[in-house]
């Protein structure tokens, strides 16, 4: 049996399609066509052929020269792979990958380290692939850090050369998976980058035969199109400055009887004409070609309008001027209207050119944001530092971080502290301090120390990268009430068509004279003046804008339509825990009795807490953590069933809980009880302490609220709104929060599942509802709402419930998201309002309408001037909402 | 008489405008079934769509590969009213877009802003 060097398929030599023969040795083919590509380029398909075989050696030979647990002669006829294992949390954890992969068929040793995070698994190929130790390592519970990435690849004609390349990279280590796509050209490989990286991905496809081309990353592909877009630009400008001589040159030419001093030859027709004409084909040439394309496919659109009504003026002049006694004898004074075409066109350009220039500035927040993207991450592998390209991080890895630099990807800080500054993601301006377990966001950048930290969403899981992609779809989406306009642009340029044929005939018909005169300027009138674009910008446009400026508080805008609900909300209901509050308990009050210290009582309560896994626990070691009071471990730690707990510090004994536990030790809590009962009126949870059996004191723990949301609370009630608290708490600690925070009306002992029906209940009260809460716990009743506002996601940024998302833990974006509705819902009907007036409004006055009762027409060229800045002021309008500052609506 | 004829002939002219824009039929394309069980057209977005009437059959899952050749703003944005689609086609790239039709009629599609219209039949 034979290997066919070009496809790499076994041959039998007697079975060939195709033989060849090169420096004295014959090659068997299993088609004519890998016949052909080997006689082209015999070289390469060789050197790939010897290629895989050196390689083949090498890796034998490398694999044993690592350090591994599996020794090098079992290598030799084996496979031998290091996967990296994500999610282990202990040794134990390590045996179960260990015990699953070792009752694979095919593995001959398995062994993972839990310290390095890698399962190195020696296994026979013919029996089993890679792929299927990840798929038993994923089985398990835990995964493998892998990365993917799509490659576009040339040349691949045929199913035969989709297998080729994916037998290619799949039989190569480090390759877990390989699918190529001949539809689409793209190979899609999913790989270990401790193992290989892209580069010699590429050179694989390469050695296979086929062309590699350049990966394209997301923004270059946007680059694509900003790079046309700028040079159109530039062509606009060429064109609108070399049309504007030209039409100055006609204006004077036709009108010297206001400008006597301009030279006669100026004002004859035929070098008006030979002026006109380089301006009607050549610089309004992409009029005519819009127009042809739309109208191929049997559609009409501004382009169409212009054409046809510059058009009408070019050609009606054009036969004034070659025979003018045609019009003499009809009794017409032959006149032309070179003026007329050529100021509209160029007027129009200047209209594209202003509006091409703001429309750019639209889009500024997405380019902004896409511009965050790090480029480089400095992972540790193998206990040593390197810099890698972002996209071959992978989660699980271990990323270090110094002063002054961009956080590569989100994750968690494993150590080291610092402060990071967050504005760039969340809108929040001062910096936030990190220590070993928090949270650190992709694209922030890093102030003062130096941490560790490690990756847990890479690539398009991001939070960035995730809101690029949310922000995108919500600039791509229109709000609803753009549909009407939208309906009526479906109809429009035909109708306007028909309108101004119809008021052609109807001027040339009961017109007075001249009648020909008339009947062709309203005609090019109302062709020029109803161009629909102000129309469609309207409200993409302050859409775009809008999201985009949210964005840069950290609010996201899931599209135009929540936008415009939003700002019709009448109600807005607030979860208590975790949204109006911290929603983690803590010490509110200490109350030693007389002899006692708060620090005493404190060390007391805090050391016995130390075994306790309570929350209220929890509060109280926080306390005493934050006072620096040195705490000891306690001996005999019981915890008495809803009561409280018992433990000896320092020899003492310590008893923590409610009244009951007191009154059944035969404990006294006369002194403090009225104090215990006030505490808990205030939503407070009172614990008693007694040492030796005696009374010592009493502390207060509670959920507290956060700093602003009682402003933020009265921000919105002064925009109108009623505010409602909904929690699962009891009627009197309930109450006490809301008092605090400012709210009236609260929804008490709702259980978690109910929320919806009481989000339900206010809506069919004919109330328009927002929710805010968390993401998770709140989701049902975050999408039953008008509106589900999700608070502080972090970095879970696609919550699919909501409608806003707000990055920061911070009520005031609730009041900053809903005054950016407003202002953009307004900005809207603004568009709308001034877009109907200029291309709706104007086309009766265009058709003539008004002059038989006030002798009003509308000359073509002041048409053609309404027409271009109506682009241009919704353009403007809309980017005003660019330098709106959110967060002082409301204040008093 | 000339009076007579503007106006014969301007009615006319309304009347072949708005068929020809509104009502007449473009070129038809059927949708070829390929390997990965998807009924796929590649439809080029330049001044409107080619094709711009699609055949398709009910119940199989169809994707529709936008792309878009120009930067003109009109065709920005493609919209499949009856599958509830709305997205943006950036220049230069194809977009695809899966559905799955699921009762046979005639659907319209277009952009943003209804200027350029396509037409999905579903048999």
Known sequence: ?892 | MEKLIVTVAGLSLIFLVNWYFLFSKGRTKQAVLGENQLQEVTVRVKGGYEPDVIVVKKGIPVRLNFYRDETADCSEIVVLGEWEIRKPLPAFKTTPIEFTPQKEGEYVFGCGMGMLKGKLIVR
Request: charged share 25%; net charge neutral.
């Open chain 1, 1 to 892: 049996m034979a290997v066919d060097p070009v496809c790499g398929m076994d041959v039998n030599e007697d079975k060939a399609a195709a033989t060849s023969v090169y420096r004295g040795k014959t090659y068997y083919f299993c088609a004519i066509g890998c016949k052909k590509k080997f006689d082209e380029h015999p070289k390469t398909y060789l050197k790939t052929a010897e290629g895989a075989e050196e390689k083949k050696k090498e890796k034998i030979q490398s694999g044993g020269e690592t350090e591994s647990p599996i020794n090098k002669d079992e290598e030799a006829t084996k496979d031998r792979i290091d996967l990296p294992v994500v999610g282990m949390s202990c040794a134990s954890c390590a045996s179960t990958i260990q015990r699953s992969l070792g009752n694979l068929k095919g593995v001959e040793k398995a062994s993972v380290n839990f310290a390095n995070s890698k399962a190195t698994v020696l296994y026979q190929p013919q029996l089993i692939k890679a792929e299927d130790l990840i798929k038993s390592i994923r089985q398990s519970g835990y995964d493998v850090g892998t990365a993917s990435i799509e490659i576009p690849v040339r040349g691949m004609e045929c199913a035969s050369c989709v297998q080729n390349v994916e037998k290619a990279l799949l039989v190569t280590r480090g390759v877990t998976k390989a699918a190529a796509n001949l539809a689409t050209e793209k190979v899609r490989v999913e790989y270990i980058p401790s193992e290989i990286n892209i580069n010699e991905i590429k050179k694989i496809i390469e050695g296979a035969g086929y062309k590699v081309l350049e990966i394209p990353h997301e923004e270059e592909m946007q680059d694509i199109e900003r790079i046309v877009r700028e040079k159109e630009y530039k062509i606009l400008k060429r064109k609108f400055f070399i049309g504007l001589i030209f039409a100055l040159i006609i204006f004077l030419g036709s009108s010297s009887h206001w400008f006597p001093w301009i030279p006669d030859f100026l004002n004859n027709f035929y070098v008006l004409w030979a002026l006109a004409t380089p301006v009607q084909f050549w610089i309004g040439r992409q009029f005519y070609k819009g127009a042809w394309g739309a109208f191929r496919h049997r559609n009409a659109d501004m382009n169409t309008l212009i054409a046809v009504g510059t058009s009408a003026a070019y050609f009606y002049s054009v036969a004034a001027t070659v025979f003018p006694s045609l019009f003499s004898t009809a009794g017409i004074d032959p006149k032309v209207y070179f003026d007329t075409s050529t100021i509209i066109i160029v007027l129009i350009l200047f209209g594209r050119l202003l509006e091409a220039r703001a429309k750019g500035q639209t889009s500024e927040a997405i380019r902004k944001l896409a511009g965050l993207k790090p480029k480089t991450a400095r992972v540790i592998r193998e206990g040593r530092e390197q810099d890698i390209p972002v996209e071959e991080v992978v989660v699980g890895d271990l990323v270090m971080v110094r002063p002054g630099e961009k956080i590569p990807v989100d994750g968690a800080v494993r150590d080291g502290k610092s402060s990071v500054d967050e504005s760039m993601i969340t809108g929040e301006s001062l910096p936030v301090r990190k220590k070993t377990g928090d949270e650190v966001i992709g694209a922030t950048i890093n102030k003062t120390g130096s941490f560790r930290f490690e990756a847990t969403k890479v690539g398009k899981d991001t939070a960035l990268a995730q809101i690029i992609k949310l922000v995108q779809d919500a600039q791509g989406s229109k709000a609803p009430i753009q549909r009407l306009a939208d309906v009526i642009a479906g109809y429009f340029v035909p109708i306007v068509i028909s309108i101004a044929i119809a008021a052609f005939v109807v001027w040339f018909v009961f017109g007075p004279q001249p009648a020909l005169t008339f009947a062709l300027l309203n005609f090019v009138a109302v062709m020029i003046i109803a161009c629909p674009c102000a129309l469609g910008l309207a409200t993409p446009t302050a859409v775009m804008v809008g999201t985009g400026k949210g964005a840069e508080y950290g609010i996201l805008i899931k599209g135009g339509e929540s936008l415009e609900i939003a700002h019709k909300i009448d109600t807005i209901v607030f979860d208590k825990t975790g949204t109006l509050t911290k929603g983690e308990p803590e010490v509110t009050d200490i109350f030693p009795l007389e002899s006692q210290a708060e620090d005493a009582i404190l060390r007391y309560a805090g050391s016995a807490e130390k075994a306790s896994e309570h929350s209220l626990g929890e509060a109280i070691l926080k306390k005493a953590e934050e006072r620096k009071i040195d705490l000891v471990d306690p001996v005999d730690f019981k915890a008495v069933e809803g009561q409280g707990i018992e433990a000896r510090v320092d020899g003492r004994s310590i008893l923590m809980g409610n009244k009951k536990l007191m009154m059944d030790r035969g404990i006294g809590i006369g002194e403090l009880e009225n104090r215990a009962v006030r505490l808990a009126s205030e939503g407070k949870t009172p614990i008693y302490i007694a040492v030796d059996e005696r009374l010592s004191g009493l502390i207060a723990v509670a959920d507290t609220l956060k700093e602003n949301s009682p402003q933020a609370v009265e921000k919105l009630k002064n925009l109108g709104l009623r505010v409602i608290m909904l929690t699962g708490d009891n009627k009197k600690t309930a109450e006490a929060i809301a008092g605090k925070a400012g709210i009236e009306e609260v929804l008490s002992e709702v259980l978690p599942e109910d929320k919806v029906h009481e989000i339900k209940r206010l809506q069919s009260a004919g109330k328009r509802v927002a929710m805010v809460g968390d993401g998770i716990n709140d989701a049902p009743a975050l999408a039953q709402a008008d509106i589900g506002i999700a608070i502080g996601s972090g970095t879970d940024v696609a919550v699919e419930a909501s409608d806003i998302t707000l990055i920061r833990d911070d009520l005031e974006g609730v009041v900053s998201a809903i005054e950016l509705s407003k202002k953009t819902i307004k900005t809207i009907k603004q568009n709308l309002f001034w877009a109907f007036i200029y291309n709706t409004a104007g086309i009766p006055v265009a058709a003539g309408v008004l002059y038989p009762f006030f002798g009003i027409l509308l000359n073509p060229i002041l048409a053609s001037a309404a027409m271009a800045f109506s682009s241009v002021s919704v353009v403007s309008n809309s980017l005003r909402l660019r330098r709106i500052k959110l967060g002082q609506q409301g204040e008093r």
